[in-house]
């Protein structure tokens, strides 16, 4: 069975940093992405960031790009993404999720809707 957990959220200030854990058990997909989501109260779910195994690709949101980062340990089947210079509007659910690749080559999507295993959330709040 395949399980996603994720770790890592809680409170901090603007300015502050948290590193985000996605910790994938039960996989035996040798091509497979994991993405990071998001959705704060009363907004759609966002797409922040993915990284692929199959070809090492990433993604960022535009809103993430240059504070966050995302790096993946496949020995541990671990993805992390570090979040600095946050700010309120980074406050929300954050889940992770994976997406079963069709083969070598194929890099990750941004899209929740390609992603076929997701975790339980874990809240980030970010105080201004």
């Known amino acids: 069975e395949v399980q996603l957990q994720a770790s890592g959220g809680g409170l901090v200030q603007a300015g502050g940093s948290l590193r985000l854990s996605c910790a994938a058990s039960g996989f035996t997909f040798d091509d497979y992405a994991i993405g990071w989501f998001r959705q704060a109260p009363g907004k759609e779910r966002e797409g922040v960031s993915c990284?692929?195994?199959?070809?090492?690709?990433?993604y960022y949101a535009d809103s993430v790009k240059g504070r966050f980062t995302i790096s993946s340990d496949n020995a541990k089947k671990t993805v992390y993404l570090q979040m600095n210079s946050l700010k309120p509007e980074d406050t929300a659910v954050y889940h992770c999720a994976a997406e079963v690749l069709h083969g070598p080559g194929y890099g990750c999507s941004r899209l929740g809707d390609e992603y076929d295993y997701w975790g339980q959330g874990t809240q980030v709040t970010v105080s201004s």
């Open positions: 990284i692929s195994s199959s070809d090492s690709g990433t």
